[in-house]
């Protein structure tokens, strides 16, 4: 979930990041306690783990992984807010224009009337794609914001 964030967020892969885990359970923690030297060397990261946090840290990413471990990366002082944002809008422009595209395939009727079956199908897979990235994108953009 840590590099999922990196990678989303556009962070450097050799800026060190701060990470806050939440696990709320014990023996779950112990684990992560264990091997947070490991975590900290493959996220490039520092690493704090806590059952749970009194308050949500502000302007962060945030994941929830497998048994309620809840990931946040602090983004202020890591990012540029203002070049990702423009980075972000360019992106959603690009997906807005490729499911304007995919969504008049699949109201033509023409297309869809002489389209094998299979080929319909993968244009429906590809709107389904759009969708979801869109709606990811939205929310990225939601979160720089918060920070501004």
């Not at 602090?74 to 807005?96: F, H, N, Q, S, Y």
Request: net charge positive; charged share 35%.
């Amino acid at each position: 979930a840590i590099r999922h964030i990196r990678s989303e967020m556009n962070l450097p892969p050799g800026r060190r990041v701060e990470v806050l885990l939440t696990v709320p359970e014990e023996s779950l923690r112990g684990l992560f306690e264990k091997g947070k030297e490991y975590m900290q060397i493959l996220t490039n990261g520092t690493i704090k783990i806590y059952p749970v946090l009194a308050d949500t840290p502000e302007n962060a990413a945030h994941a929830v992984t497998a048994r309620g471990v809840e990931v946040f990366i602090p983004l202020k002082g890591l990012i540029d807010i203002e070049r990702e944002t423009a980075r972000l809008k360019k992106e959603l422009l690009a997906v807005e224009k490729d499911l304007a595209r995919v969504r008049g395939k699949l109201k033509n009727q023409a297309f869809l009337a002489k389209a094998p079956a299979e080929v319909v199908d993968k244009e429906k897979v590809k709107e389904e794609e759009f969708v979801a990235k869109h709606m990811a994108v939205k929310e990225r953009l939601q979160m720089l914001e918060g920070i501004k």
